[in-house]
């Protein structure tokens, strides 16, 4: 792999244990290497824009795309909530990022927000336009794409997964954490993600990120984040991950991926 052109990292584990702020850790380095990135908030409930430095009053302002019943309906046909109805299976999506990402200090972040729930089977043209959109961006597009995930990889079809790079999974010194990287780790077999990294996250003592690894057993340690006592602080006050601290120790864990990666 001579250039590290585009690059496609899935960020995943077990609700709270640091998706986002590992997420916009890695998306603000990769910009400050002049990088293009994109990055995807796939969690219906998080917060990536506030982690990435826009202003809380702002954030709330955001309308994720699976709300945006106009660009849904433009590209599939029929809008989000409409039922029945012949929506196209192959929606026009290659624009998306550059037309309705949200600069965020030079990344461009979308939101995807919530789909509706209607079983694996459900084709509601917002679900439909998404996950196309989430595909494009892995598998297709030329730019560093992190995509901030919901503790799994549902977002992750059997195609899809073949393009993503690394599949990071984060796990803080708690059993529940060690537990769900596990479950994940079996996912990831199942789609044939080839590689995976661990970050440990919260980690209070210098024992703790081999701890965790071995208790997890099967992914290879990336490295480690400290406990710091001002990031949650950073969170309410809408501080970006980029300003604090923790960025650091971030940008070890990216070496570490570029290591990876670049040894193949
Ligand atoms: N190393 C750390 N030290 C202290 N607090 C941290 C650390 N990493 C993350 N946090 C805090 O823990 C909380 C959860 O972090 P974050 O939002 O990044 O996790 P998440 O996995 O994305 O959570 P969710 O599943 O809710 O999306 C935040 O308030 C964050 O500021
Ligand atoms: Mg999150």
């Given at each position: 792999?001579?250039t590290?052109?585009?690059?496609?990292?899935?960020?995943?584990g077990?609700?709270?244990v640091?998706?986002?702020?590992?997420?916009?850790?890695?998306?603000?380095l990769?910009?400050?290497?002049?990088?293009?990135?994109?990055?995807?908030?796939a969690?219906?409930?998080?917060?990536?824009?506030?982690?990435?430095?826009?202003?809380?009053?702002?954030?709330?302002t955001?309308?994720?795309?699976?709300?945006?019943r106009?660009l849904?309906?433009?590209?599939?046909?029929?809008?989000g909530?409409?039922?029945g109805?012949f929506?196209?299976?192959?929606p026009?999506?290659?624009d998306?990022?550059?037309a309705?990402?949200?600069?965020?200090?030079?990344?461009?972040?979308?939101?995807?927000?919530?789909?509706?729930?209607g079983?694996?089977?459900?084709?509601?043209?917002?679900?439909?336009?998404?996950?196309?959109?989430?595909?494009?961006?892995?598998v297709?597009?030329?730019q560093?794409?992190?995509?901030?995930?919901?503790a799994?990889?549902?977002?992750?079809?059997?195609?899809?997964a073949?393009?993503v790079?690394?599949?990071?999974?984060?796990?803080?010194?708690?059993?529940?954490?060690?537990?769900?990287?596990?479950?994940?780790?079996?996912l990831?077999?199942?789609?044939?993600i080839?590689?995976?990294?661990?970050v440990?996250?919260?980690?209070?003592?210098?024992e703790?990120?081999?701890?965790?690894?071995?208790?997890?057993?099967?992914?290879?340690?990336?490295?480690?984040?400290?406990?710091?006592?001002?990031?949650?602080?950073?969170?309410?006050?809408?501080?970006?991950?980029?300003?604090?601290?923790?960025?650091?120790?971030?940008?070890?864990?990216?070496?570490?991926?570029?290591?990876?990666?670049?040894?193949?």
């Open positions: 792999m001579g590290l052109q585009d690059m496609k990292l899935a960020v995943t077990k609700g709270g640091g998706k986002t702020t590992l997420s916009a850790g890695l998306a603000s990769f910009v400050q290497d002049g990088r293009d990135v994109v990055a995807i908030d969690d219906p409930d998080t917060n990536l824009a506030l982690a990435l430095g826009i202003p809380p009053a702002v954030a709330e955001i309308t994720p795309l699976s709300q945006k106009d849904i309906r433009d590209r599939m046909g029929a809008a909530g409409e039922g109805g929506v196209t299976l192959n026009k999506v290659d998306i990022a550059e309705y990402g949200i600069d965020a200090s030079g990344v461009k972040l979308l939101v995807l927000g919530a789909v509706r729930k079983g694996a089977g459900c084709a509601c043209p917002e679900n439909v336009l998404l996950q196309t959109l989430f595909d494009h961006l892995i297709e597009s030329d560093v794409v992190i995509a901030d995930m919901e799994g990889i549902e977002h992750l079809g059997r195609a899809t073949r393009g790079d690394m599949l990071i999974v984060v796990a803080e010194p708690t059993r529940a954490a060690i537990h769900t990287a596990q479950t994940i780790r079996r990831a077999e199942d789609v044939s080839e590689r995976l990294g661990l440990v996250n919260k980690v209070r003592g210098p703790q990120p081999q701890q965790v690894a071995e208790a997890v057993g099967g992914i290879s340690l990336l490295g480690s984040l400290a406990w710091h006592d001002d990031l949650a602080a950073a969170a309410f006050d809408g501080t970006p991950v980029a300003a604090t601290p923790v960025l650091q120790e971030v940008a070890h864990i990216k070496q570490a991926i570029e290591g990876v990666l670049a040894t193949g």
